[in-house]
């Protein structure tokens, strides 16, 4: 585990140069830590090379940040790693970190999903290496990339949940976290707790599929304001087969209502009231409009897929979460559920409730 200096700086490597990626590096730039940007896709840092990093929203400031060659530079570099990136990504920066992590090292993933974190802790425990995987089941920070050197940071989360494998090392993975990005984490109990506690594919599921024609002819549309009664009742009904599975795994986890209620502040009960008071307050954020959005490319196999083949295991039925997952695939003409290439490596399919839990 990474040591937790007291009121020192650390060396943190951020594997992603999307809107968490940049905003992370900002931030914790920001706060005295050195930073280090790897885009694992190609050469998305190469304008950090000469040009500073600017943050506007929550502050606005400008930072200067170092760019990684590769994988190796950027974990020779950095006490601590940050995978920032899409989950359909995380295999294969695992893959491309394993090899030159040491003893000792940190790795921050945010947001997990699907297990990612389980795949490379057992990957390294393979390899012979002792190193600590934390896990977020949500971002620190919400943002949005402007530019290769521009993000705009909308929200910093009041409370984000920490999980860490080895399990023993949590509460040493919250200090690390705090030390980082400053106070509201907490303790979770296990990376599936972190997984389950991930409630963008409940929201983005439904939002996706029924304003489907939106997102193809790219309108303008937003968000909340089409989170209607409608599709707030579908998002009802996957969150809660997301809680009953949870629950088949003796994790309790809190209905999505309380998520908007403590990373957003909004005061109503109904998800149809939360939506129009974040409209409200918010005026957006508008919806995807590509059709390659993480709504269906990175939610639907590694985040409601996910919750089908827990479901499997458990013998809880999921009905709503595969009616989503086969809509979104019958209109994008792809079979969502083979697109996660987290689960066969996992080996979700042959497991059981006991010897998942055993394994975390």
């Not at 940050?82 to 920066?93: E, I, Q």
């Not at 993000?151 to 080895?166: D, F, Q, W």
């Not at 409608?230 to 629950?247: H, N, P």
């Not at 269906?296 to 458990?314: H, K, N």
């Amino acid at each position: 585990m990474t040591e937790v200096r007291q009121g020192g700086s650390y060396r943190v490597g951020i594997a992603g140069t999307g809107a968490i990626a940049l905003a992370s590096a900002a931030w914790l730039r920001q706060a005295g830590h050195g930073v280090t940007v790897w885009s694992p896709g190609g050469r998305g840092a190469e304008a950090l090379r000469t040009q500073a990093l600017e943050a506007s929203g929550v502050q606005s400031f400008s930072v200067t940040v170092e760019v990684a060659d590769g994988a190796a530079g950027l974990c020779q570099a950095s006490d601590v790693l940050l995978l920032a990136l899409p989950v359909n990504g995380h295999r294969h920066v695992m893959d491309a970190l394993l090899p030159f992590l040491r003893d000792g090292q940190t790795v921050i993933v945010s947001s997990m999903a699907s297990l990612s974190s389980l795949y490379l802790h057992e990957a390294a425990r393979r390899a012979g290496k002792r190193i600590t995987v934390a896990s977020f089941g949500t971002t620190v920070l919400t943002a949005r990339r402007e530019s290769g050197t521009q993000v705009k940071v909308m929200t910093r989360r009041k409370a984000v949940g920490v999980s860490a494998l080895p399990g023993a090392k949590a509460a040493e993975a919250v200090a690390l976290c705090t030390a980082l990005f400053g106070e509201g984490f907490f303790v979770q109990d296990s990376a599936l707790a972190s997984a389950l506690a991930n409630v963008n594919p409940q929201s983005h599921g439904p939002l996706a599929v029924f304003n489907w024609t939106r997102i193809e002819r790219a309108e303008n549309w937003p968000q909340y304001h089409c989170m209607t009664p409608g599709v707030s009742r579908a998002i009802e009904a996957l969150d809660q087969e997301r809680r009953a599975v949870a629950r088949a795994f003796g994790i309790e986890v809190g209905p999505i209502e309380a998520h908007f209620a403590r990373s957003f502040g909004t005061t109503s009960e109904k998800l149809e009231d939360i939506a129009a008071e974040l409209h409200a307050k918010r005026g957006g954020p508008p919806g995807p409009v590509q059709v390659d959005t993480r709504y269906v490319t990175e939610d639907m196999p590694y985040g409601l897929a996910f919750i089908e083949a827990l479901g499997a295991i458990a013998g809880v039925p999921t009905p709503a979460t595969r009616t989503i997952v086969d809509a979104a695939s019958l209109v994008n003409g792809v079979d969502f559920r083979r697109e996660n290439d987290l689960l066969e490596p996992l080996g979700l399919a042959r497991e059981t409730v006991a010897g998942l839990l055993a394994r975390l």
